[in-house]
Nanobody, 123 residues
Framework: VQLQASGGGLVQAGGSLRLSCTASGSFFSINAMGWYRQAPGKQRELVAAITSDDEIHYEDSVKGRFTVASDFAKNTAYLQMNNLKPEDTAVYYC??????????????????WGQGTQVTVSS
């Protein structure tokens, strides 16, 4: 399974960016997709995630500014980022939890990461 992320870039504070992440390869279904970010010198943190049941989670600092959406029929998730702040500057990583048959034949969940995409917000 491969994840291809796109949409990062440089934007001024108050601006917007939209990240996309598409999963490809062999898998039975997608359970969830999410976005993490890692700023220099900081740990990677979960920013937003969405499940196949449309359960959504946001990190507190992005609530009201970021919107996560999915089109799992296209194996894709999106992160719309509005009113960006300099503290949002980080490398953003896409993660997918997919289901595939395990060793015993039952469906099991496996996690995959995409390559990071840089988001830089200037003040």
């Amino acid at each position: 399974v491969q994840l291809q992320a796109s949409g990062g870039g440089l934007v001024q504070a108050g601006g917007s960016l939209r990240l996309s992440c598409t999963a490809s390869g062999s898998f039975f279904s997608i359970n969830a997709m999410g976005w993490y970010r890692q700023a220099p010198g900081k740990q990677r943190e979960l920013v937003a995630a969405i499940t196949s049941d449309d359960e959504i989670h946001y990190e507190d600092s992005v609530k009201g500014r970021f919107t996560v959406a999915s089109d799992f029929a296209k194996n894709t998730a999106y992160l719309q980022m509005n009113n960006l702040k300099p503290e949002d500057t980080a490398v953003y990583y896409c993660k997918a939890a997919v289901r595939n048959p395990g060793l015993m034949g039952s469906l099991e969940e496996y996690d995959y990461w995409g390559q990071g995409t840089q988001v830089t917000v200037s003040s």
